[in-house]
Structure formats: C-alpha cells, structure tokens
C-alpha cells in the first residue's frame, strides 16, 4: 500500500499527529484522488476530531479536515467536501467525490478558498435556500464577531438586505463591522437588561435572524426581540447556525405563541447536498473577488500539531498546506 503524509487523530483527547498514513482509494466512479492543496482547521473539523461532533462515530486512527482545495493529476484545481467518513482532508492526498466537488477557475487562491468557503457558505446557503432574502429585509447576525458571522454580514448586503445588525461580545470587532456592512452593532457583553434593550431596538424589526451563538444568548434575544417587536404577526425567521455559546437553549412557550417566530436551522442535512453544489461557483466568485473578506494564516500540515493548539488571532482562519 502507497503511503502519504498525514495529519493523523489516534486519541480524542490529543492533537493529531503529522505521520505516515496508507493513500485514500476512489471506490465509485465519481471519485478520484487528488493532491491537497490547502485545507481550513475550521471550528466543525476541531469537533470532529475531538469527537463531540453529532457525526462522530469515536473510529481512530481518523483524519481530520471537512473540505479542502485539491489539484487533479492534470492540473485542474477544484473545492470539495469530503464525506462524513474518518479519512479527511488534511493530508498529501484525499479522495473526492466529484458531486461535492466545484472546479476553480485560474488564478483564485487556494488559501483564501480554503479558509473562506466553510464559514461564508453558512450564511450564504441560509439566505438563498433555507429562508431566501428579499431585497431590502432586515436581518440580525447574533453572533457577529466570527469568521462566519462576519462573513454573514457582508453576505447579508451582497444579496439584498436593507438593514444588517451585527451583535457580539468583543467591541473592538464589531466596531470593524461597520465598515464591512452593518448599519449597526450591539455589544452583548455587559449588563443584561442595558444589552437585551439595546438588541430590541435595533434589531426589533428583523425579518431574519442568523443564529451563530444558541445557547443562553440565543434564548435573550429571543425574547429581547419579540417583546421589541411592533407587529408580532410579521414573520421572524430564525435561522440556528452555530452554537458557541451553547448546545441547547430553553425557548420560553409564549415566544412560538405570541410571535410569528419560525425557528429552523441551516447546514448539511438541511439543504441537500446537490443544492449545496448549486451555490458554490458564485461563492467562489464573492471570496476571490474579495466581496468576502478573508484572513488565512497558511501552516505547514507537517505542523499540525502546534496549530491545533495555538490560540487563533481574531479573523484569521488557519490553513493546512501539505
Ligand atoms: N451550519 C453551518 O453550515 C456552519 C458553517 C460554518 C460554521 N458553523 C458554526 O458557526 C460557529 C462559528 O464558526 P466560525 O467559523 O465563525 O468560528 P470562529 O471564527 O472561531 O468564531 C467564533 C466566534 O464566536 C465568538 N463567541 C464564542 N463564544 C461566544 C459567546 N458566548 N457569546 C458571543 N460570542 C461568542 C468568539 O468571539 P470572542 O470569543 O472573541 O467573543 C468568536 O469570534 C461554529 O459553531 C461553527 O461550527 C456552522
């Protein structure tokens, strides 16, 4: 069995490891082997590993990595995701699977698809298939100061939205959001009843709401926009995404009864896969035009382990390049 270099998981509670790992073989004849090129150490691809991810079966040896930029053997370069399976994308070579596949044009760099892809696609599939936006609604990004968030902010303008709120805990980044699109910031961190009325007022009247936190702030702004509200009968589509704030929330009956408040979430297994596929060479387009902004800090795979740990800096999204 042909070897290659890999960034290999052998214990939950240990940062992979940069070692030898047997070459990934295509098994249908949509799939084929490709040189990775850059794959993102995204937020989802640490649960992974870590195996707290829903997906996650505990299998090891594993490698890590969801998606990755790859180069054909004739030099075509192409985005995939890979498959929920324990081999990933943070190695020499991966195995793709051509329907999760999008081809790149030439010149895009692979860093900055790499990094990009995975958040802004959270927010972008969310406005165009989950809830798709209508030109000039508003919508509210809970959870701001992300990578995703702050792609969904600029996402949220590039396809229509009248009025973007950006909410977060860190001053200093949400301040920055202002020149990115958002009419508005909302500093969550603070005193509570000053923060949920401030949330109200501004983002009282949202049409959408993009969901990074869950947990505890999800349940506040909940309520904090509802009672804000001067039509409560007017659609509020709540669009769950991330939870780093918390995996459950408890969502007080009278919000789904006094309230238009439609509650649903956005990711795979929401929206299927082929729909996913459809989105992906304009947002390719958004990310190398530059439309949606990226900051990605390449690593050597062959560094793995150190990257793992190292604290990310704020807005940067570690690439792993084999
Ligand atoms: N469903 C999908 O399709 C999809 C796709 C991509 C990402 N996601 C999810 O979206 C979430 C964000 O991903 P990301 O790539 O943006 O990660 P990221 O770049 O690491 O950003 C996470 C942000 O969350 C903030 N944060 C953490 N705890 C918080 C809290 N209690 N209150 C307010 N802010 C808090 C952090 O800011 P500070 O610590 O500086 O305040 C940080 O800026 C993750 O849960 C990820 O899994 C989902």
Same mark, same amino acid.
């Given at each position: 069995?042909?070897?290659? &270099?890999?960034?290999?998981?052998?214990?939950?509670?240990?940062?992979?490891?940069?070692?030898?790992?047997?070459?990934?073989?295509?098994?249908?004849?949509?799939?084929?082997?490709?040189?990775v090129?850059?794959?993102?150490?995204?937020?989802r691809? /640490?649960?992974?590993?870590?195996?707290?991810?829903?997906? #996650?079966?505990?299998?090891?040896?594993?490698?890590?990595?969801?998606?990755a930029?790859?180069?054909?053997?004739?030099?075509? /370069?192409?985005?995939?995701?890979?498959?929920?399976?324990?081999?990933?994308?943070?190695?020499?070579q991966a195995v793709?699977?051509? /329907?999760?596949?999008?081809?790149?044009?030439?010149?895009?760099?692979?860093?900055?698809?790499?990094?990009a892809?995975?958040?802004?696609?959270?927010?972008?599939?969310?406005?165009?298939?989950?809830?798709?936006?209508?030109?000039?609604?508003?919508?509210?990004?809970?959870?701001?100061?992300?990578?995703?968030?702050?792609?969904?902010?600029?996402?949220? /303008?590039?396809?229509?939205?009248?009025?973007?709120?950006?909410?977060?805990r860190?001053?200093?980044?949400?301040?920055a959001?202002? #020149?990115?699109?958002?009419?508005?910031?909302?500093?969550?961190?603070?005193?509570?009843?000053?923060?949920?009325?401030?949330?109200?007022?501004?983002?009282?009247?949202?049409?959408?709401?993009?969901?990074?936190?869950? *947990?505890?702030?999800? #349940?506040?702004?909940?309520?904090?926009?509802?009672?804000?509200?001067?039509?409560?009968?007017?659609a509020?589509?709540?669009?769950?995404? *991330?939870?780093?704030?918390?995996?459950?929330?408890?969502?007080? #009956?009278v919000?789904?009864?006094?309230? &238009?408040?439609?509650?649903?979430? &956005?990711?795979?297994?929401?929206?299927?896969?082929?729909?996913?596929?459809?989105?992906?060479?304009a947002?390719?387009?958004e990310?190398?035009?530059?439309?949606?902004?990226?900051?990605?800090?390449?690593?050597?795979?062959?560094?793995?382990?150190?990257?793992w740990?190292?604290?990310?800096?704020?807005?940067?999204?570690?690439?792993?390049?084999?």
């Amino acid at each position: 069995m042909a070897k290659m &270099n890999a960034a290999v998981v052998t214990s939950l509670d240990e940062p992979p490891h940069y070692q030898q790992f047997e070459v990934p073989q295509p098994a249908a004849p949509e799939e084929i082997l490709v040189d990775v090129l850059a794959a993102g150490l995204h937020p989802r691809v /640490r649960s992974g590993a870590g195996g707290t991810h829903y997906t #996650s079966t505990g299998t090891l040896p594993m490698i890590p990595g969801i998606d990755a930029v790859g180069q054909r053997p004739d030099g075509r /370069r192409l985005y995939f995701a890979a498959g929920d399976g324990v081999i990933g994308t943070m190695a020499d070579q991966a195995v793709v699977d051509l /329907r999760r596949a999008v081809e790149l044009p030439d010149g895009v760099d692979a860093a900055k698809i790499a990094a990009a892809m995975n958040p802004a696609m959270s927010s972008w599939v969310a406005l165009r298939r989950r809830v798709p936006l209508r030109p000039g609604q508003s919508v509210l990004v809970l959870g701001a100061t992300g990578n995703a968030g702050t792609m969904a902010v600029q996402v949220a /303008r590039r396809l229509g939205a009248g009025h973007v709120v950006g909410a977060g805990r860190d001053r200093e980044r949400l301040d920055a959001l202002l #020149s990115l699109g958002a009419d508005e910031v909302v500093a969550l961190a603070g005193e509570q009843a000053g923060a949920d009325a401030a949330l109200g007022a501004a983002a009282g009247e949202a049409d959408i709401v993009l969901d990074y936190l869950w *947990g505890k702030p999800a #349940s506040r702004a909940m309520m904090a926009l509802l009672l804000a509200r001067s039509d409560r009968s007017r659609a509020l589509d709540w669009i769950q995404i *991330g939870a780093v704030a918390g995996p459950t929330i408890e969502l007080p #009956s009278v919000a789904l009864r006094s309230a &238009n408040l439609r509650l649903q979430g &956005n990711g795979q297994g929401a929206v299927s896969p082929a729909a996913y596929l459809a989105e992906l060479p304009a947002l390719v387009q958004e990310i190398s035009s530059g439309a949606i902004t990226v900051k990605p800090a390449a690593v050597p795979l062959a560094e793995v382990e150190a990257a793992w740990t190292r604290p990310e800096p704020a807005g940067v999204r570690t690439v792993l390049v084999p």
